[in-house]
C-alpha cells in the first residue's frame, strides 16, 4: 500500500452543534491518496480531521471510487475521482485566504446532531456566502474515530514527536560544538585586541603630553596680541565719541525749531479734534442701531448653525448609504456582467435552436405544398380515371421517397438531441455556478419539446394525407358504382324515350335526332352552374349536327372545361347501324378493381380552393371542337341486334 499525502494544513472551521452557540477552531486536515495493487489496483482518498490542542479529536473519511460515484449523483458534481483532490483543496485554500475577513466568502462548517462533537458523525460543508443564499458546494460525512483508530492516531503522534524530538537534539549537538568553537575563536581574538587597546593608549598619552606643551605656547602668543588690539580699539573709540557729541548738538537744535513747527499744527489738530467729536457722537448713535440688528444677525446666524449641524449630519449619514449604494451597485455591476457573459452564450445556443426551428418550418410548408399537390392530384383523378392509376403510382413512390425523408430527418433530429443533451450539460455546469440562468435553460427546453410537438404534428399530417388517398380511393370507387347505375337507369329512358332515328352524316358517322337547342341549353346550365368538367351522363352520349347555331351559341360560353383527345377506334368506324336503333353512351370498366367507373355531378364542381390541374385547358371549349367531340360518334357492329355504347368520362368513344 502507497499513500501520497497530498494536503496537511490548519484550516479555521466553524462547528455548529445542536443547542449550542457556533464557534471557531482551528483543524489540521489531512488529504491523502492511498493505493492498493493487491489483489486489484484500486485508489482510495483518505481525509482526517484533527485538533492540535485536543489529541482525542480524531474524524476520518475513506472515499473509494465507487463511493464517489454515488457522491457525485447525490450532490451533482461534475468532475471525476481523479480531478475531485485537487477541487476540494483549491476550496480548502480559497477558506484559508478568507479566513481573515469580516465576512469571508468561503467558509468550513462542521455540522453536528448532536449537542457536543463527541462519537458522532458530522458533515464537513464548503458554503460560498453570496447576496443571493448560502451555496453549499460539497458536503462530507465524517465519522469519528473510535478507540483503535485514536490509539493508532496517538501512537503514530508519538513516534512523530520522537523522531522530531531526536532531529532536535541532533540539532542541539551540533549547535553546541558550534558555539564552543566559535568560544574559543572569540577569546583569542578578544587577547589580541586587549594587546592592541594597550599599545593604542600609551601612543594616545604620549601624544596628548606633546598637544598640550603646543597649546600653552600658542595660548600665551594670543593673549600678548589680543591686548595690543585692545589698545588700539580704545583709542578709536575716543575720537568717535567727540565727533558724536559735535553732531548731537546740531540735531538738538534741528529738533527745537521742529517743535514750534509742531505746536502750530497742533492747534490745528485739536479744532479737528472737536470737529471729530461731534462726528464721533452721531457715528455712536448710528453704530447702537447696527449693533441692535448685528445681535438679531447672530441669533439668525446662530439659528441656521444649528439646522447646518443637523443638515451636515444628515448629509453624513446619505454619504454613508451613497457609499453603500455604490458597493451594492459595483457589485451588481459585476453581477450583471456576469449575466450578459451568459445571456451571449444562451443567445448563441437560441440562434442555433431558432435555425434549426426555421429549417424545420421551411420542410413542413414542403410537405404541406406537397399535400396540396396530391390533392390536386386526387382531384385530376375523377376527370381521368385510366391516367389515375399511373399517378396514384407516382403519388405511391413519392410517399415512399417522403417516408425515407422522414427517416432521415428523424436520424437528423436524434442527433441534434444528442447534440442538445451535450448543451444541456454545459449548462448545468454553469448553471450551478449561477443560479440564476436557470430560468433561461428551461425556456430553450421548451421550445426544444415545442419543435419536436411540431415535428410530431407534420408526421401525423403526413399520416393523414395517407388516409386521405386511401378514403379518396374508396370513394373514387363508390362513386364509379353510383354512376354507373344511373347510366344504366338513362339508358334505359332513353331506349323507351327516343323516336327520332339518326341521322347519317356524309362521313359516315351517326347522328341522333335530339335537336340541338336541347344540347346548348344543356352545355349552359352546366356552365352557369361552375361545374369546371362537361361529363354528365346524359351529355356524354347524346350526338348533335354540327351546324352554324350551336357554333355561334357555343362560342359564347365561358367557364374551366376539362379537354380530352378523343380517338375513335378503327372498328366503331363503319356506318353499317340500323335507323331506329339509338345510340347510348356506354361505360369504362375499372381494369384493377374489376367495377364501372363514374362520377355524380357534386364532386365534379369547381371549389374556390383548388388548385388548377397541369396539362389541362383552362380556357373555354372552342365552337369547332366541342361539337366534333362530343356528337361525333361512330359504330363498327356489323350486327343490327349489338348496341354500342359511349364511355362516361370520354364523349365519342364507344364500347360494345
Same mark, same amino acid.
Given at each position: 500500500?502507497? =499513500? ?17 452557540? +457556533? ?27 484533527? +485538533? ?24 451533482? *458534481? ?13 476550496? *480548502? ?58 490509539? &493508532? ?51 594616545? %598619552? ?6 598640550? @606643551? ?6 600665551? @602668543? ?27 548738538? !546740531? ?18 489738530? %485739536? ?12 457715528? #455712536? ?6 449693533? +441692535? ?24 449619514? &446619505? ?54 399537390? /396530391? ?17 396514384? #403510382? !407516382? ?39 449561477? $443560479? ?9 427546453? $421548451? ?14 399530417? *403526413? ?10 380511393? @374508396?370513394?373514387?370507387?363508390? /362513386? ?10 338513362? #339508358? ?28 346548348? +341549353? ?17 351529355? =356524354? ?12 351559341? @357555343? ?46 355531378? !357534386? ?27 362530343? %356528337? ?13 355504347? =359511349? ?10
Amino acid at each position: 500500500m502507497a =499513500a501520497e499525502s497530498l494536503f496537511g494544513r490548519l484550516v479555521p472551521v466553524q462547528v455548529k452543534c445542536q443547542g449550542c452557540e +457556533d464557534r471557531r477552531i482551528n483543524v489540521r486536515v489531512r488529504i491523502e491518496l492511498q493505493s492498493t495493487s493487491n489483489p486489484v489496483h484500486k485508489k482510495d482518498l483518505v481525509v482526517q480531521l484533527t +485538533d492540535d490542542t485536543d489529541p482525542f479529536f480524531l474524524y476520518n473519511l475513506v472515499i473509494s471510487e465507487e463511493d464517489f460515484q454515488s457522491l457525485k449523483c447525490q450532490q451533482g *458534481l461534475l468532475v471525476d475521482f481523479s480531478a475531485f483532490p485537487q477541487r476540494f483543496i483549491d476550496l *480548502l485554500q480559497q477558506c484559508i485566504q478568507e479566513q481573515n475577513k469580516d465576512t469571508p466568502r468561503f467558509l468550513l462548517q462542521l455540522v453536528s446532531s448532536a449537542s457536543v462533537l463527541d462519537h458522532t458523525p458530522a458533515f464537513l460543508n464548503v458554503v460560498e456566502t453570496n447576496p443571493f443564499k448560502h451555496l453549499t458546494h460539497l458536503s462530507l460525512k465524517f465519522l469519528p474515530g473510535n478507540d483503535a483508530e485514536i490509539k &493508532k492516531f496517538l501512537a503514530i503522534c508519538l513516534k512523530c514527536i520522537k523522531e522530531e524530538k531526536s532531529l532536535l537534539e541532533q540539532k542541539l549537538k551540533k549547535t553546541e560544538d558550534d558555539l564552543t568553537r566559535q568560544l574559543s575563536y572569540t577569546q583569542q581574538s578578544l587577547s589580541e585586541k586587549s594587546r592592541e587597546l594597550d599599545k593604542l593608549r600609551s601612543e594616545w %598619552t604620549s601624544h596628548t603630553t606633546t598637544l598640550t @606643551n603646543k597649546h600653552t605656547q600658542d595660548l600665551t @602668543n594670543e593673549k600678548e596680541k589680543a591686548l595690543q588690539v585692545q589698545t588700539q580699539y580704545q583709542q578709536q573709540h575716543e575720537q568717535q565719541k567727540k565727533e558724536l557729541e559735535s553732531l548731537h548738538q !546740531k540735531s538738538i537744535q534741528q529738533l527745537q525749531n521742529r517743535l514750534s513747527e509742531l505746536e502750530i499744527a497742533n492747534k490745528d489738530l %485739536t479744532e479737528r479734534r472737536y470737529k471729530g467729536d461731534s462726528t464721533i457722537r452721531e457715528l #455712536k448713535a448710528k453704530l447702537s442701531g447696527i449693533e +441692535d440688528e448685528c445681535q438679531r444677525v447672530k441669533q439668525e446666524v446662530l439659528s441656521l448653525r444649528r439646522e447646518n449641524t443637523t443638515l451636515d449630519a444628515e448629509c453624513h449619514e &446619505k454619504e454613508k448609504h451613497i457609499n453603500q449604494l455604490q458597493t451594492r451597485v459595483a457589485v451588481l455591476e459585476q453581477e450583471i456582467k456576469d449575466k450578459d457573459q451568459l445571456i451571449i452564450r444562451t443567445k448563441e445556443v437560441l440562434d442555433a435552436t431558432q435555425e434549426q426551428k426555421v429549417i424545420l418550418e421551411e420542410n413542413t410548408e414542403k410537405k404541406q405544398v406537397h399535400v396540396g399537390k /396530391l390533392e390536386a392530384t386526387i382531384k385530376s383523378l375523377s376527370a381521368e380515371l385510366l391516367k389515375a392509376n399511373e399517378i396514384i #403510382k !407516382k403519388l405511391q413512390g413519392d410517399l415512399k421517397t417522403l417516408m425515407s425523408k422522414l427517416k432521415l430527418k428523424n436520424t437528423v433530429t436524434i442527433q441534434q438531441e444528442k447534440l442538445l443533451a451535450e448543451k444541456e450539460e454545459k449548462l448545468q455546469k454553469e448553471q450551478r455556478e449561477l $443560479q440564476e440562468t436557470g430560468q433561461s435553460l428551461r425556456i430553450k427546453e $421548451q421550445e426544444v419539446c415545442k419543435l419536436q410537438e411540431q415535428l410530431e404534428t407534420t408526421v401525423q399530417k *403526413l399520416e393523414e394525407s395517407k388516409q386521405l388517398l386511401k378514403t379518396n380511393e @374508396n370513394v373514387i370507387t363508390w /362513386l364509379n358504382k353510383q354512376l354507373n347505375e344511373i347510366q344504366m337507369a338513362r #339508358k334505359q329512358e332513353i331506349l323507351g324515350t327516343s323516336t327520332i332515328p339518326p341521322i347519317h352524316s356524309s362521313n359516315g358517322t351517326i347522328r341522333t335526332g335530339t335537336s340541338p337547342h336541347n344540347m346548348l +341549353d344543356n352545355r349552359l346550365r352546366f356552365t352557369s352552374s361552375g361545374i369546371s368538367y362537361p361529363i354528365s351522363p346524359v351529355c =356524354a352520349f347524346q350526338n348533335f349536327p354540327e351546324t352554324a347555331p350551336v357554333k355561334s351559341a @357555343n362560342q359564347q360560353v365561358s367557364g374551366q372545361k376539362v379537354q380530352f383527345n378523343v380517338q375513335l377506334s378503327k372498328a366503331n368506324r363503319s356506318s353499317d347501324i340500323q335507323p331506329g336503333f339509338p345510340i347510348a353512351t356506354g361505360h369504362s370498366t375499372n381494369k384493377e378493381n374489376g367495377e364501372n367507373l363514374g362520377l355524380e355531378l !357534386k364532386y365534379l364542381k369547381k371549389r374556390e380552393d383548388s388548385i388548377p390541374l397541369r396539362g389541362l385547358s383552362q380556357n373555354t371549349f372552342n365552337s369547332s371542337e366541342y361539337p366534333k367531340s362530343s %356528337t361525333s360518334t361512330k359504330t363498327t357492329s356489323s350486327k343490327p341486334g349489338v348496341q354500342s355504347t =359511349a364511355s362516361a368520362y370520354f364523349p365519342g368513344l364507344q364500347t360494345t
